[in-house]
């Protein structure tokens, strides 16, 4: 069953630095999508992305982030100088369209800022 | 906004018994509903859905009714197993067009089946 992958699984970063998570989404899917969780909290909703531009984001996702789909396989979401609250698992999902579609979730990325 | 309420955890029962995780969700259109899974050390998996009122997923023993007139979509199980042992999020997206394609999750319910 074809599934979404991200690497790393586990990434250390000092304060400040800039950092890149990964994401290969499901090859016929369109339309993707960052999630993050915060240890012992509920998963939060960080950008939605189709066309090559993003579609819907959220309050989180503020000036410090940004995705981008460089090639036709990967999915990026670069957050540009991190701070200890940046520190979660951050997840990667993909559809093959909104609404009714379900959305199909990577493993995480745990990342962890020092 | 939309948002999903789930019953807190952790909720530990016996094999064999019967499990309910109460969902209940406020939107301001006409989502879809879902229950993902999260085993130990894995990622989101999508165990069941509902698009449109008395719907009724199912899959793997699990099912869950989508009830407009109670805004709830409570998931059920007649016999537990230790191998369903994780975490249970409730999640609704908002098909009303306007809305955030996003899904909005609750807080997830932990579930514990001891032999």
């Known amino acids: 069953e074809p599934e979404v992958t991200q690497t790393p699984s586990h990434q250390v970063t000092q304060m400040g630095q800039e950092v890149i998570l990964r994401c290969v989404p499901i090859?016929?899917?369109?339309?993707f999508y960052w999630y993050r969780q915060i240890l012992g909290q509920k998963v939060e909703f960080l950008v939605s992305?189709?066309?090559?531009?993003?579609?819907?984001k959220s309050e989180i996702f503020d000036d410090q982030f940004s995705v981008e789909r460089p090639d036709g396989s990967n999915f990026t979401l670069k957050i540009r100088s991190t701070k200890l609250e940046d520190s979660a698992m951050y997840f990667c999902?993909?559809?093959?369209?909104?609404?009714?579609?379900?959305?199909?979730f990577g493993d995480g990325t745990r990342l962890s800022i020092l | 906004g939309d948002s999903v309420t789930q019953m807190e955890g952790p909720v530990t029962l016996s094999e064999e018994a019967f499990l309910t995780i109460n969902c209940t969700y406020t939107?301001?259109?006409?989502?879809?509903l879902f229950w993902y899974v999260q085993y130990p050390g894995e990622g989101l998996q999508l165990l069941l859905k509902?698009?449109?009122?008395?719907d009724k997923g199912s899959n793997k023993g699990f099912e869950a009714t989508y009830r407009k007139e109670t805004t709830s979509f409570h998931l059920e199980k007649g016999s537990v197993q230790v191998s369903d042992s994780a975490v249970y999020f409730c999640?609704?997206?908002?098909?009303?067009?306007?809305?955030?394609?996003?899904?909005?999750f609750g807080k997830g319910t932990h579930l514990i089946i001891q032999p």
């Open positions: 090859s016929n899917h369109l339309y």
């Open positions: 992305f189709y066309n090559n531009e993003i579609s819907e």
């Open positions: 939107a301001t259109g006409y989502p879809s």
């Open positions: 999902a993909s559809s093959e369209a909104p609404g009714v579609q379900p959305q199909h």
């Open positions: 509902a698009t449109k009122a008395d």
């Open positions: 999640a609704l997206r908002d098909n009303s067009g306007g809305g955030a394609d996003g899904l909005t």
